[in-house]
């Protein structure tokens, strides 16, 4: 598959693909380098509009790590075919013979550049170079099957052997994204999981918090559902004034949404030391006490957490307000300042939405798709690829492999 295929005028069939995003512009390439004649239609003017948002406009293409627990369905384990049959080294493998150099950082694989505009410029170049055929501004309204397909676009009517949906989410529409792909596949009978906004902010009514907007720290975030932990991710949190970002509330987002779609009671428990246990943190203050004994109180966290924080620990630690001076602090006290430090807790009233959400979870119902070769059980020579399915990913690069293996996977079954 790395080699440029020299034949590609023999054309096999004619195939649409639906969508000039990550999975439509990849999957165009590996096709047309089988020799498939293939025309991209894609709604807005350019290709990649969402790509060149990716990563803070740097582009986490993949990630080292590509276990399976960092993707989430509703039909579990559809994805592993995919994701274990196109590691990230076949990726950098393909793309390099493209011309795209990748740099780790982490585990975390961007282009060496550091723009997502690279990704977007190589991909399509290559697929100009290969005879992909473009039709922007080009919003597919309807496909019909006969025959073969009859794809209707700005009142024009084209017939196509085979069509690929890559047509993504409507998550952040702002970047021209759009849930056509649905109704496109509900056409079909396909069923649509109820698509719920993914790698979202999180909204709290909490005045203490909005308070602490602009702050950002390492913490460990744990999810409360109905006040019982269910899952802690470790990275960074950002406070805002509409309430919490960050990678690590990003990554609870999917389950904070699903629950606040149920209407169950959502919390977070943000824990602004997890390197340090509760005595070793108890250990430092009582240490920090004896220096600065006659400092006011406020004192013995400066320079420990970001300044703006420390009231509102005190504040939560309920320490008394006569109490001014460190050394008027007990041991209680020194205990109730770690655990605030250790327990922030905010109610979480909803999430952003789909116009801030990076995916979405839920989309195409992948019970009745191939996982080997992304076709349609229920209607042949139709396929799908990337985030239209039922298939989103945690943060780091998980989502864009995803859109890479799903169009790997559909060109290699392609016989
Ligand atoms: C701000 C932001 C940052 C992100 N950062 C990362 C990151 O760093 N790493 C990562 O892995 N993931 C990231 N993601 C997620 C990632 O961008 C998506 O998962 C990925 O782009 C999905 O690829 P796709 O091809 O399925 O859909 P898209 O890339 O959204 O492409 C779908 C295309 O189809 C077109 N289209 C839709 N309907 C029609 C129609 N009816 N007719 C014609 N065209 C149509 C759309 O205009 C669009 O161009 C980020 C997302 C956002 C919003």
């Not at 496909?143 to 084209?158: G, P, R, S």
């Not at 308070?211 to 390492?218: A, N, R, S």
């Not at 602090?329 to 905010?346: P, S, T, W």
């Amino acid at each position: 598959m790395s080699q440029k295929n020299t034949q590609h005028h023999l054309y096999l069939n004619k195939i649409a693909i639906v969508g000039a995003g990550a999975s439509g512009l990849f999957c165009a390439i590996l096709l047309a380098q089988k020799g498939y004649k293939v025309t991209v239609f894609e709604k807005n003017h350019k290709a990649g509009r969402k790509l060149l948002a990716t990563g803070n406009g740097k582009c986490n293409v993949t990630n080292t790590n590509l276990s399976l627990e960092f993707y989430h369905s509703s039909n579990p384990l559809f994805f592993k075919y995919g994701i274990e049959n196109f590691t990230y080294e076949q990726f950098e493998k393909l793309v390099f013979s493209f011309g795209l150099d990748l740099t780790k950082r982490g585990t975390k694989i961007y282009p060496a550049s550091d723009q997502a505009s690279s990704v977007v410029d190589v991909l399509y170049s290559e697929s100009i170079e290969l005879g992909v055929e473009f039709y922007f501004e080009s919003q597919v309204d309807n496909i019909q099957k006969n025959n073969n397909f009859t794809i209707t676009a700005n009142l024009q009517q084209y017939s196509f052997d085979k069509v690929i949906i890559a047509s993504g989410s409507g998550a952040m529409k702002k970047l021209g994204s759009s849930e056509s792909g649905y109704i496109l596949s509900e056409n079909f009978s396909h069923k649509i999981v109820e698509p719920i906004a993914s790698l979202v902010q999180l909204e709290s009514d909490n005045y203490d918090i909005k308070k602490l907007h602009g702050l950002k720290c390492e913490a460990n975030v744990t999810l409360l559902i109905n006040n019982q932990k269910t899952t802690t991710k470790k990275g960074d949190i950002l406070f805002a004034k509409y309430g919490v970002s960050g990678n690590s509330v990003l990554d609870l987002s999917r389950e904070a949404s699903i629950a606040l779609n149920e209407y169950q009671c959502v919390d977070i428990l943000v824990d602004i030391f997890p390197n340090s246990d509760k005595n070793k943190l108890i250990g430092m203050l009582e240490k920090k006490q004896k220096q600065i004994p006659n400092k006011k109180k406020e004192f013995l966290l400066l320079s420990l957490v970001h300044s703006k924080i420390i009231e509102y620990i005190f504040k939560q630690a309920k320490i008394k307000s006569e109490k001014h001076y460190v050394k008027d602090l007990n041991k209680k006290d020194l205990q109730a300042l770690v655990y605030a430090m250790k327990n922030i807790k905010i109610s979480i009233t909803k999430s952003r939405g789909y116009e801030y959400a990076e995916v979405v979870s839920g989309g195409v119902d992948t019970t009745d798709i191939n996982p080997k070769t992304m076709e349609s059980k229920l209607v042949k020579d139709l396929y799908f690829i990337g985030e239209v399915l039922d298939v989103d990913g945690d943060c780091g690069g998980y989502n864009l492999h995803w859109a890479w293996a799903s169009s790997y996977v559909l060109a290699q079954g392609l016989k």
